[in-house]
């Protein structure tokens, strides 16, 4: 994994309290971001004025980079879960900062590509059944050693483009079906491979 903090070199984190925007859907990029600690949701907006969560970085994370890279306005919005410390980096700082590691120039390519991916497979999984939905987004999120995820059934729903009823019935069946465990606010994965056959 590369060191982002070789972007930041010369430059002091900025202190963003928990609930605040650290940038908006249709804004034009003039910087992307590097995430140094906390933690930070990006949503997409609808017309509606629902919001849907697209990922959740964590210390060590780049946002904000593929508008940036292609100068068109943001198609999400980002905003701090937490108190965070953050680097915006511009054009200026990036090219220092490439002149400086060289070796930085490909790991931030496929960072790139790994955003792009994502966003491409929330646009598929907008037309799967809710089932599906659910099982991808409980495959994809990272689970601690004891297999337990910490998330709400309203989260979930964010993040998949489900209502919180729709998430609580659909991880009901799951946990019949015994491929998952349901605790306070928290899913843990018992059968890792059966979830991934449901996902199919």
């Avoid at 004891?146 to 659909?170: C, M, N, P, Y």
Wanted: charged share 20%.
């Amino acid at each position: 994994m590369a060191d982002w903090n070789l972007l930041a070199e010369g430059r002091s984190p900025r202190i963003y309290r928990a609930g605040r925007l650290v940038y908006l859907q249709g804004a034009r990029p003039d910087c992307f971001y590097y995430l140094v600690s906390g933690s930070v949701r990006s949503f997409i907006s609808t017309g509606g004025g629902e919001e849907r969560v697209l990922a959740v970085h964590r210390s060590g994370d780049l946002m904000g980079e593929a508008s940036f890279f292609d100068g068109c306005p943001r198609v999400t919005s980002a905003m701090a879960v937490e108190d965070c410390r953050i680097v915006a980096i511009d054009r200026g700082q990036l090219d220092a900062a490439l002149q400086r590691h060289p070796e930085l120039a490909l790991p931030m390519l496929q960072y790139l590509a790994r955003t792009v991916r994502m966003l491409s497979d929330h646009v598929e999984a907008a037309s799967l059944p809710a089932r599906q939905r659910v099982v991808r987004w409980l495959l994809n999120q990272p689970s601690r050693p004891d297999g337990t995820l910490k998330a709400t059934h309203e989260a979930i729903g964010q993040a998949v483009g489900l209502s919180r009823v729709t998430v609580s019935r659909t991880l009901g069946e799951l946990a019949c079906l015994g491929v998952v465990a349901l605790g306070y606010r928290s899913v843990s994965v018992l059968d890792r491979t059966a979830l991934e056959a449901l996902a199919e």
